[in-house]
């Protein structure tokens, strides 16, 4: 069973930078898709960045040029580099991992409906 462990939320100020981390266990598949999404109270759940095993990344307009993606093959690890945060940036952020069938359509409606799910982290943003 594909487990995804997020870390490395917080509370921080306005302008300041987190690192998130997903910990993938048992998801070692040759053609993937990952990817981060947010949820803030009394808001849908929103895409914030993919990333697919051709390494193509793809961010939502409101993280662009703040937020990076990437992934360390060899620790099957996720990561979200978050610079510049906003108090709009506040929310539980989760990683997600496509279901292998589904892994060709890696943009966020197919990833949102066809993934693995973590437990999510808390960024909170003050200003």
């Known amino acids: 069973q594909v487990q995804l462990v997020e870390s490395g939320g917080g509370s921080v100020q306005s302008g300041g930078s987190l690192r998130l981390s997903c910990a993938a266990s048992?998801?070692?598949?040759?053609?993937?898709?990952m990817g981060w999404f947010r949820q803030a109270p009394g808001k849908e759940r929103e895409g914030v960045a993919r990333?697919?095993?051709?390494?193509?990344?793809n961010y939502a307009d409101s993280v662009k040029g703040r937020f990076t993606i990437s992934l360390d093959n060899a620790k099957n690890t996720l990561y979200l580099q978050m610079n510049s945060l906003k108090p709009e940036d506040t929310a539980m952020y989760y990683c997600a991992a496509s279901h292998p069938y589904y892994t060709a359509y890696c943009d966020f409606t197919s990833l949102s409906r066809n993934a693995f799910w973590g437990q999510g982290t808390q960024v909170t943003v003050s200003s």
């Open positions: 990333i697919n095993s051709d390494g193509s990344t």
């Open positions: 048992k998801y070692t598949y040759r053609n993937y898709c």
